[in-house]
């Protein structure tokens, strides 16, 4: 007696991958709205929006734990009757690797989203702490080849402080992750495999749970895959362009009159140019948010402002302060109160100082209108 051939499933082909992750996107946004009213509710506007990052970890961590983590399928590959295996073996993946693949691919990012920032101050002091040790070195020696030669032709920099400098001012893109998801990205267009870095980390793919007829030929996104190489291509060329010029900015050139940029305290890099405004925007970015603390933060240290215990113009129902703004517009959508230190947006919303901050730190974009909004747009009244 002879046994029947067992039925091998098929892989999964990126098209379906695809939809069965927008719906689980979906899904997990309708969790995150929920969560997001939920705590609104309990512990007002102005928390919900501060930890709104927070709240979306939790709503994914939750939506996957429930679906995932028990062996269960979720609902976008229920959509697309697709299950995840571990790799080539086709056997469903035990409970320590779904439990791997889960928080890597939730907690890592939160993780490195936390991580990153100090990690870059404590880098970039370090490299301006070496800079200018090199400056003097550098300084020291020309200043004895003109006592010896007395000749004032410049000494090449030292190839030390090239190194340190090239890191120094591409140190956000060395230490950003998102190169790496890219090329896992592009991969996938070709291979049709690992959507998710994570998966690939894993070893975790998806086979359909169903026959598929041989007419049935989806086409794959290898086009997508062409267009992201030759995206990185030309960004990698741009750089090498743009390093190698000799026309391009070197700080490495140690003179004193060459310095263009100073670290305040917590590693936080200011330019020294009058003219280079967005430069400066490590200051609203690299620090906390703003506290109602009496205590000073950081960044009114560094920058030697007073502390103030009490908003500077607070419009209350009873008083005359900014009688030009209407008694139904004194209000914050945001928290729901008297506005405090009235701030406006570049599409002409006002909000309290306090609470736009917070929301544009998280979600750069009007709380009304969802154009865009930059903290470093945000203009501050004043009666």
């Known amino acids: 007696m002879t046994s029947s051939p067992r039925y091998t499933y098929p892989f999964a082909t990126s098209p379906d991958i695809i939809r069965a992750h927008q719906k689980d996107a979906y899904f997990s946004g309708v ?38 983590l028990i062996g269960n399928r979720t609902l976008g590959e229920e959509y697309c009757d697709i299950i995840q295996v571990e790799g080539e073996h086709g056997r469903l993946p035990a409970l320590g ?91 996938f267009y070709f291979s049709g495999s690992y959507y998710h870095l994570s998966k690939r980390i894993w070893n975790l793919r998806y086979i359909f749970t169903r026959t598929v007829p041989a007419s049935d030929n989806r086409a794959g996104y290898e086009v997508l895959g062409v267009l992201l190489v030759l995206q990185m291509a030309v960004q990698a060329y741009l750089h090498l362009q743009n390093t190698l010029s000799p026309s391009a900015p070197n700080p490495g050139m140690l003179g004193a009159g060459n310095v263009t940029s100073a670290v305040v305290g917590g590693g936080v890099e200011v330019s020294l140019d009058p003219n280079a405004y967005s ?41 005359d302060t900014m009688a030009w703004i209407g008694g139904g517009n004194r209000k914050c959508t945001l928290c729901l109160e008297g506005m405090k230190d009235p701030s406006v947006t570049t599409c002409g919303h006002v909000f309290c100082w306090a609470c736009i901050s917070d929301w544009a730190r998280e979600k750069p974009e009007c709380p009304l209108c969802r154009q865009s909004c930059l903290v470093q747009h945000v203009l501050p009244l004043r009666g």
């Open 31 to 68: 969790l995150l709205e929920q969560l997001s009213t939920i705590l609104r509710k309990a512990k007002g506007a102005r928390y919900a929006h501060t930890y709104t990052s927070e709240t979306r970890v939790a709503s994914e961590l939750l939506y996957l734990c429930l679906t995932t």
């Open 97 to 187: 690797r779904r439990a791997g693949y889960i928080l890597s691919c939730i907690l890592g990012p939160y993780g490195l989203a936390k991580i990153l920032p100090t990690f870059r101050k404590r880098i970039r002091a370090k490299l301006e702490s070496n800079l200018k040790r090199y400056g003097r070195q550098h300084a020291r020696a020309q200043q004895a080849a003109k006592e010896r030669a007395g000749t004032t032709k410049p000494i090449p920099t030292p190839l030390g402080a090239r190194l340190h400098n090239y890191i120094l001012r591409n140190l956000d893109t060395i230490t950003s992750p998102a190169p790496i998801y890219a090329l896992s990205l592009a991969t």
């Open 279 to 319: 430069a400066n925007n490590a200051l609203l970015f690299d620090t906390p948010a703003v506290s109602s603390s009496t205590a000073p933060s950081e960044l009114q240290k560094w920058t030697h402002t007073p502390s103030s215990t009490n908003p500077r113009y607070e419009l209350g129902e009873d008083n």
